[in-house]
C-alpha cells in the first residue's frame, strides 16, 4: 500500500485565547491513511475539527499557530514535525475555507506568480503555469484586474489557480467549491478529477455536498468531535441515513427519498443515485398508453 | 404582523458599473411584492449580489432608482435602510466586529433604539436559536467559519428586519444548521416578512422559494413562479443552473405517468403513492 498521507493518533489544541487560561483540544485521536491518487472527502458538522486537520497537513499547524501536537503526520515522506509549512506546501497544496485569508498580491497573475516564484522555474515555464491554471478556473481575462475586485466565487477560484500552478502531490481543499456556481463547481472538480487521474495527485477536499461527494469522492471520512467516527465508500456512507442526520449531515437526495419510502412503507430501497432510484420505483408503476 | 407597504421593493431600470469594471447591472426592472420569498440565482458574476446591495444602500444606482418600501433609497443613509432591510453579508468577516458574540448580536437591535431589556431578550433568543448560548462570551473573530457564520445570523435575525436579504447564507453551514435557518427564514416570511434568497443551491430554491429571479450577465433572464421555472429547461441550460434530483428524477419518470413538476421529496412521494395505488385498484 502506498499511503501518502499517513496520520497517526494525532490530537491537537489550540494555544490558550487568554494568558493561563487553557488549551482548547479539537482533534483528539484521529488515524487517517490516504493512498496515493486517491479523492478523499472529509465531512463534518460545524466544530468537528475538519479544518484543523487540514492545517495540520502541511504543518501549518502547529508550527505557525503554536498549541500541542501529538502523534504524528507524514505526508509524501516528510514527517511535519521536521518540515515546516515553508517545505510542506511544496508538496501539499491548502486552499483555505476563506479565500481572501489567502490573496494579498496586487493583480491576480502576480497572485499566481507569487508560490511559483520560490520553485526556480524558467520566465516561460513560470509564464505557462500561469495561463494554464488561470484558464483552468476561468480567470483568463482577468490577469490584470486586483484580486480585491473580484467576486467572492471569483477570489475562491484564484486560490485554487494559486495552489494548482503549483503542481502538489496532494491536494488538500477545504470546502473548494462552496458558493462556486454549478458551471464553477462541475470545473473546479473536473480540473481536480484530471490532475488525480493524469497525475496521480491526491486529494483531500472537505465538502458538505453530498451530491458533489457521491459523484467525484472514492472514499469518505465522516468526522465528528475530533475523531473519525465513519468511512467507507460514498456508496456505503451516504446509506447510513439515520446516523449522518444524527451527526447534522446531509444524504445524497435520492437515499433521503429512499429512506422516506422505507421508513413509511416498510421497503427496503438503497438506491442513491437518480438512475437506480428509476429502475428502482418504475418496477411498481405501468408506461402510460401501453 | 402586517406591514402597509406593497411591493416592498421596485427597481427600474438599474443600471451599476463597478470602477474599471465591466456593466454588473444592465436596466434591471423588479417589483419585489411585501411579504414574497424570493430567490435570486444566476452565475457567479451575474449581478446577483450587485443587485441586493442596492436594496440597502451599500450600492447607489449609476442610473434608474430604487425604492425601498415605496421610499426611494437616494433619499435615505444606510443606516436609515437598515432598520427596513436586513442584510447577511456572503462573507461572515465583512460584518463581524465586537469584542464578543454577545455584543456583536446585541449591536444590532440596540442601533433600532429597542430597550436594554428588549436587546437582552432578542440578544439571548437569537443565540439560543444559533446554538451559540455558549460562545456569548467569545472573541467572534477566534470560532471558526461555521460558527462565525451562525453569529452573522444571530445578530440579523435580533433586528428582525421586514425585509430580509440573505446573501448565500448556507456556505459554510452544515446540514443542522441549514435546517435551522430555513426553518427560522420560513417562519418569519409565513408573519408577512419578505425574504429575499441569493443562492446556487436549487434545492433550497425548489423547496422554499415561491419566485425566483434568474439573472445573467447583469440583466433579468427569467422571473417568475418556481414551478414554471422549473420547467424552462433552455432558461436552465442558458444560466447553467441544474434541477435538483429530485426534479430530475420526476421529469424522467414522466412516461409512467408522473407529472414532471415534483420540487421536494414529499411532493414527489405523494404523487407517486398515489400513482401506485390508482394503478392497483385499476
Same mark, same amino acid.
Given at each position: 500500500m502506498d499511503d501518502i498521507v499517513i496520520v497517526e493518533d494525532l490530537h491537537y489544541a489550540y494555544p490558550p485565547l487568554t494568558p493561563g487560561g487553557e488549551p482548547l483540544p479539537v482533534l483528539k485521536g484521529v488515524d487517517l491513511r490516504v493512498r496515493r491518487g486517491e479523492f478523499l472527502a472529509l465531512m463534518g458538522p460545524t466544530g468537528a475539527g475538519k479544518t484543523t486537520l487540514c492545517l495540520t497537513l502541511n504543518g501549518i499547524l502547529p508550527h505557525l499557530r503554536g498549541g500541542t501536537l501529538e502523534g504524528r503526520v507524514v505526508v509524501a515522506g516528510m514527517d511535519t514535525r521536521d518540515h515546516g509549512p515553508g517545505q510542506m506546501s511544496r508538496q501539499v497544496g491548502l486552499v483555505f475555507q476563506d479565500p481572501e485569508s489567502q490573496l494579498f498580491n496586487m493583480t491576480v497573475e502576480d497572485e499566481?506568480?507569487?508560490?511559483?516564484?520560490?520553485?526556480?522555474?524558467?520566465?516561460?515555464?513560470?509564464?505557462?503555469? %500561469? +495561463?494554464?491554471? #488561470?484558464?483552468?478556473?476561468?480567470?483568463?481575462?482577468?490577469?490584470?484586474?486586483?484580486?480585491?475586485?473580484?467576486?467572492?466565487?471569483?477570489?475562491?477560484?484564484?486560490? %485554487? +489557480?494559486?495552489? #494548482?500552478?503549483?503542481?502538489?502531490?496532494?491536494l488538500v481543499l477545504d470546502e473548494p467549491v462552496t458558493g462556486l456556481d454549478p458551471l464553477g463547481r462541475h470545473e473546479v472538480l473536473s480540473v481536480v478529477e484530471e490532475l488525480k487521474r493524469e497525475e496521480e495527485a491526491t486529494v483531500v477536499m472537505v465538502e458538505q455536498d453530498a451530491e458533489a461527494v457521491m459523484a467525484w469522492a472514492d472514499r469518505v471520512v465522516i468526522m465528528e468531535g475530533g475523531h473519525l467516527v465513519l468511512e467507507g465508500s460514498p456508496r456505503q456512507v451516504f446509506s447510513q441515513v439515520e446516523s449522518l442526520h444524527g451527526w447534522g449531515l446531509a444524504v445524497t437526495q435520492m437515499s433521503e427519498l429512499a429512506h422516506l419510502f422505507n421508513r413509511q412503507q416498510g421497503t427496503s430501497f438503497h438506491f442513491i443515485t437518480e438512475d437506480e432510484a428509476c429502475s428502482a420505483l418504475a418496477g411498481e408503476l405501468h408506461v402510460q398508453g401501453s | 404582523m402586517s406591514f402597509e407597504h406593497s411591493p416592498a421593493i421596485e427597481v427600474e431600470d438599474l443600471w451599476y458599473r463597478y470602477d474599471d469594471g465591466p456593466l454588473a447591472l444592465a436596466g434591471v426592472n423588479l417589483s419585489v411584492e411585501a411579504g414574497e420569498f424570493l430567490a435570486v440565482v444566476g452565475q457567479n458574476g451575474s449581478g446577483k449580489t450587485t443587485l441586493v446591495k442596492h436594496f440597502n444602500g451599500l450600492l447607489r444606482p449609476a442610473r434608474g432608482r430604487v425604492l425601498v418600501l415605496g421610499q426611494d433609497t437616494a433619499d435615505q443613509s444606510v443606516g436609515q435602510l437598515a432598520r427596513k432591510v436586513g442584510y447577511l453579508f456572503q462573507n461572515p468577516?465583512?460584518?463581524?466586529?465586537?469584542?464578543?458574540?454577545?455584543?456583536?448580536?446585541?449591536?444590532?437591535?440596540?442601533?433600532?433604539?429597542?430597550?436594554?431589556?428588549?436587546v437582552a431578550d432578542r440578544t439571548t433568543e437569537a443565540l439560543a436559536l444559533f446554538e451559540l448560548g455558549d460562545q456569548a462570551g467569545t472573541p467572534p473573530a477566534i470560532l471558526g467559519y461555521g460558527l462565525r457564520r451562525q453569529v452573522t445570523l444571530a445578530a440579523v435575525w435580533a433586528m428582525r428586519p421586514q425585509i430580509l436579504v440573505l446573501d448565500e447564507p448556507t456556505v459554510g453551514l452544515d446540514w443542522r444548521g441549514t435546517c435551522t435557518l430555513m426553518e427560522e427564514v420560513t417562519n418569519l416570511n409565513s408573519q408577512g416578512h419578505t425574504i429575499i434568497l441569493v443562492t446556487h443551491d436549487m434545492k433550497l430554491v425548489a423547496e422554499f422559494a415561491r419566485k425566483v429571479l434568474v439573472l445573467d450577465e447583469g440583466r433579468i433572464l427569467a422571473h417568475g413562479p418556481t414551478r414554471q421555472l422549473f420547467q424552462q429547461e433552455a432558461i436552465l441550460r442558458q444560466a447553467f443552473l441544474a434541477l435538483p434530483p429530485i426534479t430530475a428524477l420526476a421529469r424522467r419518470m414522466q412516461p409512467y405517468g408522473l407529472r414532471g413538476g415534483s420540487l421536494t421529496l414529499e411532493e414527489f412521494y405523494q404523487e407517486y403513492t398515489a400513482l401506485r395505488q390508482l394503478g392497483q385498484g385499476g
Amino acid at each position: 500500500m502506498d499511503d501518502i498521507v499517513i496520520v497517526e493518533d494525532l490530537h491537537y489544541a489550540y494555544p490558550p485565547l487568554t494568558p493561563g487560561g487553557e488549551p482548547l483540544p479539537v482533534l483528539k485521536g484521529v488515524d487517517l491513511r490516504v493512498r496515493r491518487g486517491e479523492f478523499l472527502a472529509l465531512m463534518g458538522p460545524t466544530g468537528a475539527g475538519k479544518t484543523t486537520l487540514c492545517l495540520t497537513l502541511n504543518g501549518i499547524l502547529p508550527h505557525l499557530r503554536g498549541g500541542t501536537l501529538e502523534g504524528r503526520v507524514v505526508v509524501a515522506g516528510m514527517d511535519t514535525r521536521d518540515h515546516g509549512p515553508g517545505q510542506m506546501s511544496r508538496q501539499v497544496g491548502l486552499v483555505f475555507q476563506d479565500p481572501e485569508s489567502q490573496l494579498f498580491n496586487m493583480t491576480v497573475e502576480d497572485e499566481v506568480a507569487f508560490g511559483l516564484e520560490s520553485l526556480g522555474l524558467s520566465p516561460s515555464e513560470m509564464e505557462e503555469r %500561469i +495561463a494554464w491554471a #488561470l484558464e483552468v478556473v476561468r480567470l483568463p481575462g482577468l490577469r490584470k484586474r486586483s484580486p480585491l475586485q473580484l467576486s467572492g466565487g471569483q477570489k475562491k477560484r484564484l486560490a %485554487i +489557480a494559486t495552489v #494548482l500552478a503549483m503542481r502538489p502531490q496532494v491536494l488538500v481543499l477545504d470546502e473548494p467549491v462552496t458558493g462556486l456556481d454549478p458551471l464553477g463547481r462541475h470545473e473546479v472538480l473536473s480540473v481536480v478529477e484530471e490532475l488525480k487521474r493524469e497525475e496521480e495527485a491526491t486529494v483531500v477536499m472537505v465538502e458538505q455536498d453530498a451530491e458533489a461527494v457521491m459523484a467525484w469522492a472514492d472514499r469518505v471520512v465522516i468526522m465528528e468531535g475530533g475523531h473519525l467516527v465513519l468511512e467507507g465508500s460514498p456508496r456505503q456512507v451516504f446509506s447510513q441515513v439515520e446516523s449522518l442526520h444524527g451527526w447534522g449531515l446531509a444524504v445524497t437526495q435520492m437515499s433521503e427519498l429512499a429512506h422516506l419510502f422505507n421508513r413509511q412503507q416498510g421497503t427496503s430501497f438503497h438506491f442513491i443515485t437518480e438512475d437506480e432510484a428509476c429502475s428502482a420505483l418504475a418496477g411498481e408503476l405501468h408506461v402510460q398508453g401501453s | 404582523m402586517s406591514f402597509e407597504h406593497s411591493p416592498a421593493i421596485e427597481v427600474e431600470d438599474l443600471w451599476y458599473r463597478y470602477d474599471d469594471g465591466p456593466l454588473a447591472l444592465a436596466g434591471v426592472n423588479l417589483s419585489v411584492e411585501a411579504g414574497e420569498f424570493l430567490a435570486v440565482v444566476g452565475q457567479n458574476g451575474s449581478g446577483k449580489t450587485t443587485l441586493v446591495k442596492h436594496f440597502n444602500g451599500l450600492l447607489r444606482p449609476a442610473r434608474g432608482r430604487v425604492l425601498v418600501l415605496g421610499q426611494d433609497t437616494a433619499d435615505q443613509s444606510v443606516g436609515q435602510l437598515a432598520r427596513k432591510v436586513g442584510y447577511l453579508f456572503q462573507n461572515p468577516d465583512h460584518q463581524i466586529f465586537a469584542p464578543t458574540v454577545w455584543e456583536e448580536v446585541a449591536f444590532g437591535p440596540r442601533n433600532l433604539g429597542f430597550s436594554e431589556g428588549e436587546v437582552a431578550d432578542r440578544t439571548t433568543e437569537a443565540l439560543a436559536l444559533f446554538e451559540l448560548g455558549d460562545q456569548a462570551g467569545t472573541p467572534p473573530a477566534i470560532l471558526g467559519y461555521g460558527l462565525r457564520r451562525q453569529v452573522t445570523l444571530a445578530a440579523v435575525w435580533a433586528m428582525r428586519p421586514q425585509i430580509l436579504v440573505l446573501d448565500e447564507p448556507t456556505v459554510g453551514l452544515d446540514w443542522r444548521g441549514t435546517c435551522t435557518l430555513m426553518e427560522e427564514v420560513t417562519n418569519l416570511n409565513s408573519q408577512g416578512h419578505t425574504i429575499i434568497l441569493v443562492t446556487h443551491d436549487m434545492k433550497l430554491v425548489a423547496e422554499f422559494a415561491r419566485k425566483v429571479l434568474v439573472l445573467d450577465e447583469g440583466r433579468i433572464l427569467a422571473h417568475g413562479p418556481t414551478r414554471q421555472l422549473f420547467q424552462q429547461e433552455a432558461i436552465l441550460r442558458q444560466a447553467f443552473l441544474a434541477l435538483p434530483p429530485i426534479t430530475a428524477l420526476a421529469r424522467r419518470m414522466q412516461p409512467y405517468g408522473l407529472r414532471g413538476g415534483s420540487l421536494t421529496l414529499e411532493e414527489f412521494y405523494q404523487e407517486y403513492t398515489a400513482l401506485r395505488q390508482l394503478g392497483q385498484g385499476g
